[in-house]
């Protein structure tokens, strides 16, 4: 009996799982400005923003943002495993 109640509270432990639901948006369009800019509107757009443009290329991995967001604790900002 005593064995049923360390499962019982080892089982309320766990975290819940977090459903995310996410929406992927066409950035064609936006590549392509992004390519229509001579390099000194790149330059002055990459002083004031940042390099913001390369986020364009980057390929977003759905399964590896959700399989991270369940770790996040955002009280802390960390991430607990």
Known sequence: MGSEI???????????????RVLENNLIGLR??????????????????????????????VPTITALAQHYDPPMRCFTF
Do not use: D, M, W
């Open 6 to 20: 360390g499962r019982e509270s080892e089982s309320s432990n766990l975290k819940k799982k977090l459903y995310i």
């Open 32 to 61: 392509e400005l992004g390519q229509k800019l001579r390099p000194i509107q790149r330059g002055t757009f990459k002083k004031r923003y940042g390099n913001v443009l390369g986020l364009l290329e980057v390929k977003v991995q």
